[in-house]
């Protein structure tokens, strides 16, 4: 199983938000961007809390990758219940920090391919999750993220941002 690993020189360019900042918790963000998100072909939550905030909005996302964790502690119970939607198909994948491994780029793409509604687990960390499913997300979907201490970020799918997203993958470091 090949895995992509984020080098240190890369760090940095994911500091900025990939999309359009909602500064604010979690339900001021989803309010904000609940007209954007209903017109979504796809929505995909990439995060505990975001994908917590969506489910307590009734925005229920396509895909949801979540590690039961938010700034590297365990998320309240009462999140972890909240996340056990009876809608999900439930699947569990290993990613080491700052990898994305093809198991988790594979499901995510899968999942994107499909019709189902998949929450994947990680265990390890799920943050660089966001650039496959940018990449794999059709066009004039929306994936959301938290960006600590700020927000969430909402990335309008196009073409031009997957080719952005696939240009910084093919920069990492790909490991057999």
């Known amino acids: 199983m090949s895995v992509l690993l984020l080098p240190d020189k890369l760090r940095g360019e994911l500091k900025d938000p990939l999309g359009k900042l ?26 505990d809390m975001t ?3 969506l489910l307590k909005a009734s925005v229920v ?6 590690d039961n964790k938010t700034k590297r502690m365990p998320v309240p119970d009462h999140v972890v219940e909240s996340l056990d939607h009876d809608s999900y198909k ?5 990613n080491p920090a700052a990898t994305l491994t093809s198991e988790l780029i594979d499901l995510i793409k899968a999942t994107l391919n499909g019709s189902e509604r998949v929450k994947i687990i990680v265990e ?5 999750a966001t650039l496959p499913a940018i990449l794999y997300a059709p066009a004039g979907s929306a994936v959301v993220y938290g960006q600590p201490n700020e927000g969430s970020v909402l990335v309008k799918v196009t073409a031009d941002k997957k080719l952005q997203i696939e240009e910084f993958m093919k920069r990492m470091i790909v490991e057999e």
């Open 51 to 53: 994908a917590f905030y």
């Open 124 to 128: 390890g960390e799920e943050d660089l």
């Open 61 to 66: 996302p396509d895909l949801a990758v979540v």
């Open 90 to 94: 439930t699947v569990e994948v290993k």
């Open 22 to 47: 909602c500064k604010g918790d979690g339900l001021e963000c989803v309010e904000a961007m609940r007209s954007e998100l209903l017109a979504a072909k796809k929505i995909i939550a990439v995060g």
